[in-house]
């Protein structure tokens, strides 16, 4: 029904995937495999959309605070998610980024500490270090079948006073983790006891294939002290049409973020492309993510098969619960991250995620986008072993 194994070339169109390739890589001839967006068109019933509301002519002043906003939200959080969201507990926000690093900085100090699961999503770290907060790190652990979080460390550290936030990323960047109900709760059992706020950033939620997401939101009822923000961006592909939402009960700390918003940056003006797209894409396009995530499985289930077949000596990897990035581990391969990254650049000619951006130090893992075509996906799986061949023949010749 749908073609996700279209080549869609990103030439020509300032895409960040091609065009920031020489200013991190040091070279422009990478295949791009690195950054979290999709290599994937929109549904269709999304671009007539854009082009009915573009042929209107006008784009003014534009309103968020109506029906045609908070509806396809709650309509896609009580069908997906079977949670009953209040609309006057949504919000619309700028980005993502932007509500988290205000809240963050509306409930801390220069100093104290925000409470990280890592690996972490690069931008928490920039995010916290840029507004000169301590990165106060909870280590998630790979079991042999999952990723588990250190519940005693992770109590431990919400009981220092500093430590005044947590900043969950559900469904988790990029080890792909899905944090259970029980898991949740466990969470804000401890957060509750010890005063401490759950920001949550769930742009990942709809890319969910193994259980189910779980929405923070669920349980603001219980507890007031958390926010939830997510976007259209992933999901959908949109990530060039800037916009957010965010969703909490605590009343102040909306009004907080919407201050800062209007009064501060005087930024209220709303993305009305963005809002187009919310109404159409919740209200019509649950079908094409559900195809989405098959496709996105499928690959998922490639790269396994493939590592297992021809680089199961020096990688491991196995298909993660959600997200469309894979997190894959050449520690057994005996190489360095150093020497791993300049074969992947200098020989396979493929620009991967860099595991040491995703860590507080050296890493054993890079990030490998799967949201693409099959056949873009086996090239970048080619070289990605034409990068391991030549390390281990390099070794196998220096051993003589």
Known sequence: MYNFNENVSRLNTNAVQTEMI?????????????????????????????????????????????????????????????????????????????????????????????????????????????????????????????YTMDFVQFEYLCQMPQNKVFLLCNPHNPTGKVFSEQELQKIIEICKKNDVYIIADEIHMDFVRRGKHVTLARFMKDFDQMLVTTCLGKTFNVSGIPHAYFITKDKFMMEAINTKVMAVYGLSAVNLVALTIIKTAYLECADWVDALNQHIDNNMLIVEEYIADYLSDCLFFQKPDATFLAWINFEKSGFSEIEVQNALQNVGKIATGIGNTYELSASTHFRFNVACSEGKLLEGLERIKKSFDYLKEKAKEEQH
């Open 22 to 146: 020489p200013l991190i890589y040091q070279r422009r001839d990478l295949m791009p495999f690195w950054i979290a967006d999709m290599d994937i068109k929109v549904p269709e019933r999304i671009t007539s959309a854009i082009s009915e509301r573009l042929n209107h002519g006008i784009f003014g002043y534009t309103s968020w605070k109506h029906d045609n906003f908070y509806g396809p939200i709650r309509h896609w959080y009580s069908t997906r998610f079977e949670t009953n969201i209040l609309k006057q507990d949504i919000s619309y926000a700028p980005s993502v980024l932007f509500t988290v690093t205000e809240a963050i900085r509306i409930l801390t100090s220069e100093g104290d500490g925000v409470i990280l699961n890592t690996p972490s999503y690069n931008n928490f770290i920039n995010l916290i270090q840029g507004n000169k907060r301590m990165i106060v790190e909870n280590e998630l652990f790979f079991d042999g079948y999952e």
